[in-house]
């Protein structure tokens, strides 16, 4: 390749490893694209200081040195099967890459993949809960994998959909349908529960994986979360543990003529990916909802009333589904709470590797959660 493959990586937007030093990058896999002058496809395995290796697609025109991922040569190489004309990307703050096709079909494109035979959570468990019958996740259409990796997925693409985040954000009061989303969050983790299997809950892993997590973003000084991740260890009733979506939040899902669809379900980037599909509890879904009220009402600007009206309703919403009460523990409150202070805890250091200038976001919610 003529371009420079890691200037290319680092230059991105979705690229999150802003705040780590790269010791080495060496391209494993690589293609010209047919039709496609000067485009080039491979995967980048990059290594770092600390040494972690990490995989990254990349697809740069050997011209500019650009993302060329909305180039219609590289979809139609990808999904033979797949009528291409119009293409356009997706906006919007992204780990991955989307782009829609013909307003009818939008492909993502998985950015840092795992290792041949490791299966993206996105991948399989949208199509995992399409064959079950749930119909609240976009329908699958076709698949693109490579020497064993999941590489990207195109699904039907919902043209006058808005996302939770802009149906909040564009109204003043509290939304009617958040009922509705705290409705179908509990009938997706009886759905997930169904497909997946659900064990006995696990707070002694929850509350270690809570404690490693500070380890990876340290706290200013004065503020010690180590204390209110260690009872949950000790919890006699936490309810069941199963697959999650696992980076649940109002840019996760889509509301459109009365039904909301719920997008993404790679879990939280920045986590280890062993953590990302590690059966956790359905709480932690909620957790993850629930912090995201608090940045609508950060970015938006709402006072304290909003959000605790948004709260309330998405929770009605969830606790009107009985099926879903069989796997929560009798009493949710001590498990929910260490859950939302958890998630604080991540975005802190998501913020700090990705936007700073919202670190104040998580950053005042983790002072919050510990008073």
Known sequence: MNADPLAGLVGQRWYGAHDREVAGARIIDRSAIPDGAALQWSLLEVTFT???VATYQLVLDEATGEDASSRPELLRWMFPGLAVGRVRPLAGEQSNTSVVVDDATIVKL?????PAGERN??????????????????EPVAHFARAGRDLAVARRFLPTATSGWDLVLGRADVPDELFGLGEV????????AEVFGDG??????????????LARVPLPDGLDATSRFAPVASLADAGRS???????????VLHDAGR?????????????????VAPSSPLRDVAGMLRSFSYAAAVGDRPPSWEAGARRRFLDGYRSVDEVRRLLPADPTPLLAAFELDKAVYELGYERA???DWEAIPLAAVRRLLR
């Open 200 to 213: 006995p809950g696990e707070p002694q892993q929850w509350s270690a994986a809570m404690t490693a997590g």
């Open 110 to 114: 998985f950015r840092r993949v795992g």
């Open 242 to 252: 199963m697959r999650i979506h696992g980076d649940y939040h109002l840019g996760q």
């Open 260 to 276: 909301w669809t719920v997008l993404d379900f790679e879990g939280e980037p920045a986590r280890p990916r062993a953590e990302r």
């Open 185 to 192: 969050t509990a009938r997706l983790h009886v759905a997930l």
């Open 121 to 138: 959570p996105d991948a399989e468990m949208v199509r995992a809960l399409w064959e079950h019958g749930f119909r609240s996740v976009a």
């Open 50 to 52: 600390d040494g972690e």
């Open 354 to 356: 990705n936007r700073p």
